[in-house]
Structures are given as C-alpha cells and as structure tokens.
C-alpha cells in the first residue's frame, strides 16, 4: 500500500503532459501483466483480450489484412487433420475459461461466438500493433487488423492489404494461429471440467447449436428450421433449469478495464 500511496502523490505532482506519459506507461505495463506473452524466431508477440468498447474503435482505425481462406484449407498446415484439434464447443469452453464471455459485437446469425484481441508484435527494429477477431462462423476463423494512425490513408478505402512481411508476415501469421491453437489445446486439457459453466451457442445460418449442457458437450445440426427451433427451446429450458441449481459456477472474466474508454490504450497505434 505504501509503494500505491507513494504513486499517487507522486503523480499529483506532476504536469498534464507527465501525468499523461505516467498514465501511459503504467497502462503499458497492467497490459503485460495480462497478456499471453511469446516468442518465435526473433519476433515477439503480446496479447491481450480487449472489451468490446475498445474493439469498436480499433476497427475505426485498422486496416484489414487479407485472410487467404484462413490456412484451413491448406494441406500443410499443422492443425488441419489434428485429431485433437478442438471442436466449436471445447473452443469457446477453453476461450471463455481463458478471457471471459464473448464479445456482444458479432452477427447473430452467421457468427456464434467472438473473441477480440489486441496484438503487439516486435520484429527486429520494428513495432507494431495488429487486432484479432477470432470467431465461429461453423469453422474457427481469425481474422487480422492493421492497427494504424488515425490520419492513415488507407483507413478511406475498404481494400484488403497483403501482409506487412516487414512487421507480420504471412508465415508469422500461420506460426501465430498454430501456436495459439496449441494454447487452447493445452488448457483445454488441464482445466477442471466440473468447475465450467454450461453454455449454449447457435449458427441459425446452418442450423447449428452446440454447447455444454447436463455435463455433456455437444455438436449438433438440424436439417429443418422447425427441428432446430424446436431444439433451441428445449436445451434452452435444460440450461435454465441448470443455471437456476446454482450448482455450476459462471466463468470469471479476465478482461482488463479500459479506464478511459473514448480512446484506444495507446499512444500510437502503427505505421
């Protein structure tokens, strides 16, 4: 308490351009106190869930980055064939565990969950800052955003861009997918299963409804409207008498608070 006290008198003493630098760096470094941290071939990756009001103005102020179908498709690609590779349910189980609820800002009906992040990658000299919506459109999907200065050029046109292979190359980008599906992986396996909260997700899009009821997790697709409505009702009623036991704890959001959210956490936002 006394090093937090010491802080703030410190910081009352301090001019507006100072506090404002204080305040900056003290968000830079709670950002690294909760961010999943790594490293590959000499470029350096930081990542942090960001709520939905920052979300929301980073896709004001990016640029998109051209998916090239996702890397799913390609045959090479580590986690194509996996056999432990996560289905929709265990992946949204092992992201919530991780970072909290999904994001309010997707389409209802194309898309059953999202996850966005902020990503701050060192590649040699250069730094840069990237934002990441991972969501479920019936496959997993992770889609990359340019983090760019608010007088940017670019932000006037809809354009995708080819990765930047100076800052976030396409190879990185596939190291970065494979090694955060090998993270989920890995907590997916270690987590305590009884401890999770039921969930229940839809794609209306497909007729799709999975999730985690009754202790059972599940897949399922409907080749009615009327059958997948009906279902959608009854495993609503199951996971409302669930929720009513009490009986399974809710997830404990780990989403850092944006103390002044009109803004970005950052001071600049790219190049």
């Not at 669930?242 to 002044?260: D, F, M, Y």
Request: proline share 6%; net charge negative; charged share 30%.
């Amino acid at each position: 308490m006394e090093g937090v006290e010491e802080m703030l008198l410190a910081a009352g003493k301090l001019s507006n351009s100072e506090l404002a630098r204080f305040r900056s760096e003290f968000e830079k470094l709670e950002r690294r106190r909760n961010a999943l941290t790594f490293d590959h071939e000499g470029i350096f990756f930081q990542v942090n869930r960001i709520p939905d009001e920052t979300n929301y103005l980073y896709l004001h102020q990016s640029i998109a980055i051209k998916e090239e179908s996702l890397f799913w498709l390609y045959p090479h690609f580590p986690f194509r064939e996996d056999p432990e590779r996560l289905t929709q349910p265990e992946q949204f189980l092992a992201l919530r565990n991780l970072f909290g609820e999904s994001s309010r800002q997707l389409d209802d009906y194309k898309q059953a969950f999202s996850f966005p992040f902020r990503i701050e990658v060192r590649k040699g000299d250069t730094e840069s800052l990237y934002l990441l919506d991972l969501h479920c459109t019936g496959s997993i999907n992770y889609c990359f955003r340019k983090i760019v200065d608010k007088d940017d050029p670019r932000l006037k046109t809809r354009s995708y861009h080819d990765p930047y292979e100076e800052e976030f190359g396409r190879e990185d980008m596939r190291y970065f997918i494979a090694f955060f599906e090998g993270y989920l992986q890995g907590n997916w396996r270690v987590c305590q299963r009884e401890s999770l909260a039921p969930c229940l997700l839809r794609i209306e899009r497909y007729n799709n409804i999975f999730g985690f009821v009754g202790g059972l997790i599940f897949d399922e697709e409907y080749e009615s409207r009327e059958e997948f409505d009906t279902a959608w009702e009854n495993y609503q009623a199951q996971l409302r008498t669930e929720q009513a036991s009490g009986i399974l704890r809710t997830p404990n959001p780990r989403i850092p608070r944006n103390p002044n959210p009109t803004q970005p956490n950052d001071d600049s936002c790219g190049h």
